[in-house]
């Protein structure tokens, strides 16, 4: 038996933050950091006026666990019935913990299970709205965690943090930096591209993932580029990062994510920065088990009859990174050959016990892994 796709209301459009005023909790918790709340905050206090509001605006990147537990005690204390996570991946998972701890008061963050069910719906809604293009976080069940006694980042799952409602609006995108609009992106179109490849998906998955590669083929250089003022492409590059984010959700990930992960951890590079640079060494590993599937993504763009798919499809992803700006191999990322010698067994080892590894569509050996990690070093094609 397959598991059932869930999606919650997505309200999109521009402007469609004020969506917020028509839902009626009186007792809101808005979960953010500074920044984001210098463009958002005055907003969010006109929309909620007259309500009992309350803003946690500690979120940090790459969360680390006092730093939920933190919000998920202001969050049990205050009592909410809305808890509204607003800002980027770091953002929205940290309302999911608040939202998980909140709702299971006898729990710790460490005690979720995807096995068990907890009605955390019962003392709370939550709402999500991403304010960068690209994690997907919106619509997954999942929360990442720096866990502050080992150093590691975990996944922390329940299919109840799937939230009940999302809101996609551009307007909040429009001042992201090139950089973050780029590294943000990158990961949206790994996303989709690994998601359309995966072999769990379905034709439901495949109409996401596709679409959404489709888009962040053509728009996203654009957003990082001369339309980033552009509402437009900004909209087009947001909602189909979303979409990614149901279609990844219910397909699958691949080898670039399991990579990037290491690479992320070791060296401390932003996620979509190093799923981005992985993706092409990752298309030509799984050749052999995605012809159709890289076929498929072709047509989508319009591309037909050519003899290597894989290998057009690594070139196009290669096409986008120079168009970002974003080096093609990890040498050029500034990982020193000492550094890169210092940390392979570590990054070989965490990729090898990645969870999204032994999904990939291909079979990894940890003696591929490593072959994959030397020739993504020096910028090599792969051809085993
Ligand atoms: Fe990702």
């Known amino acids: 038996m397959s598991l059932p796709i869930r999606i919650p209301f997505i309200y999109q459009g521009i402007g469609s933050l004020e969506q917020l005023r028509n839902f009626k909790e009186r007792r809101v918790l808005i979960v953010s950091d500074k920044t984001v709340l210098q463009m958002v905050g005055d907003k969010l206090s006109d ?70 069910e907890y009605n955390l719906r019962e003392k709370s809604k939550l709402v999500l709205i991403p304010t960068t293009s690209g994690t997907g976080s919106e619509h997954t069940p999942g929360l990442v965690v720096t866990n502050t006694e080992t150093g590691q980042k975990m996944s922390l799952a329940s299919f109840e943090l799937i939230p009940w409602a999302v809101i996609l609006d551009p307007t909040l995108t429009l001042k992201m ?103 092409p060494y990752a298309i030509e590993f799984n050749k ?18 050519v003899e290597d798919p894989g290998a057009t499809l690594s070139t196009m992803v290669k096409d986008i990174l120079k168009k970002l700006k974003i080096p093609l191999n990890i040498k050029e990322l500034g990982v020193s050959q000492e550094s890169w010698e210092k940390n392979f067994e570590k990054i070989v080892g965490w990729t090898k016990n990645d969870i999204i590894t032994m999904i990939n569509p291909r079979m990894a050996s940890e003696q591929d892994i490593r072959k994959i990690f030397q020739y993504a070093y020096e910028g090599k094609t792969i051809d085993f």
């Open 288 to 305: 052999p088990e995605c012809r159709d599937k890289y076929i498929e993504i072709l047509e989508c763009l319009n591309i037909t009859g």
């Open 177 to 279: 930096p090139q950089k973050l609009t780029a590294a943000t992106g990158l990961d949206a179109l790994t996303q989709a591209i690994e998601g359309a490849s995966s072999k769990m998906g379905s034709d439901f998955t495949q109409a996401l993932n596709l679409y959404a590669a489709k888009i962040l083929f053509h728009y996203l250089p654009k957003a990082a580029g001369e339309g980033a003022g552009d509402i437009q492409v900004r909209a087009k590059v947001h909602y189909a990062a979303s979409m990614a984010g149901i279609g990844f959700g219910n397909s699958g990930l691949g080898l670039a994510h399991s990579c990037g992960h290491a690479l992320g951890g070791a060296f401390h590079i932003p996620h979509g920065i190093s799923v981005g640079v992985m993706l």
């Open 47 to 116: 929309i909620f006026s007259g309500r009992e509001t309350k803003i946690f605006d500690e979120v940090e990147p790459d969360p680390k666990d006092t730093i939920m537990v933190k919000c998920g005690d202001v969050a049990r204390k205050f009592k909410p019935e809305l808890i509204v996570g607003v800002g980027g991946g770091s953002a929205m998972d940290t309302a999911k913990a608040a939202y998980f701890l909140y709702g299971q008061e006898s729990l710790r963050l460490y005690d979720m299970n995807v096995l068990v």
